[in-house]
């Protein structure tokens, strides 16, 4: 399988624990996003990054969150002193534009699914 | 900014009826148009895509057309199957920008047999 892969599937948490996901995009892709999805919503944009370098964070995110993407292929999400309302699902997607005027698509990975408790 | 409208849900249909779930959206410059679909538990799976007005993408039976006049791609499927029940959302894409999408809230459809 060569899609986008998310691990864990499911992470259980005690509110102010730290928590970390992973995410492995489709291989020659170069950009990975992260996003965030509540019940009843679309996928809500938290962060970007095109190879290594993270180019645009949402104001989403707050100072608990970080992402990294330390060789330009997988990325994690860490989340920090975790509070009630970052139950959520987390979403990761990479998509890679090819020639000049091809259509970016984003490929999205199965999610994680955070509960804090 | 950009922003995408769908229509509220849910959609309830019965097995081989006609789907229309509308979609509107505004855009300051020419953005691609995308239809996604995801099943329960799951995340999101890209189900058509459009880049230019009046182009129509289609799979697995469903199409839409990029209207730029009426800014409209309605999803539409001639005959539904209890598979297709899941949430279906719309989304566009600045091409000349940093690419991140704009998704509207999303589309429950069931399909009863």
């Known amino acids: 399988d060569t899609g986008v892969s998310q691990d864990p599937r499911h992470k259980i948490t005690k509110r102010g624990q730290n928590v970390t996901f992973r995410c492995d995009p489709i291989s020659e892709h170069n950009r990975l996003y992260w996003y965030r999805q509540t019940l009843g919503q679309g996928p809500e944009f938290l962060t970007y990054f095109q190879n290594e370098a993270q180019l645009e964070k949402s104001r989403l995110l707050s100072d608990r969150f970080s992402a990294e993407r330390p060789k330009g292929s997988f990325s994690t999400l860490e989340i920090q002193r975790t509070e009630q309302g970052d139950s959520a699902m987390y979403l990761c997607?990479?998509?890679?534009?090819?020639?000049?005027?091809?259509?970016?698509?984003?490929?999205f990975g199965p999610g994680t699914r955070l509960t804090v408790l | 900014g950009d922003s995408v409208t769908q229509m509220e849900g849910p959609v309830t249909l019965s097995e081989e009826a006609c789907l229309t779930i509308n979609c509107t959206y505004t855009a300051t410059g020419y953005p691609s148009l995308f239809w996604y679909v995801q099943y329960p538990g799951e995340g999101l799976q890209l189900l058509l895509k459009?880049?230019?007005?009046?182009d129509k993408g289609s799979n697995k039976g469903f199409e839409a057309t990029y209207r730029k006049e009426t800014t409209s791609f309605h999803l539409e499927k001639g005959s539904v199957q209890v598979s297709d029940s899941a949430v279906y959302f719309c989304a566009l894409s600045d091409q000349g920008g940093s690419y991140i999408p704009t998704f509207g809230r999303g589309t429950s459809l069931i399909v009863h047999p």
């Open positions: 997607a990479s998509s890679s534009r090819g020639s000049a005027g091809e259509t970016d698509t984003q490929y």
């Open positions: 459009a880049t230019k007005a009046d």
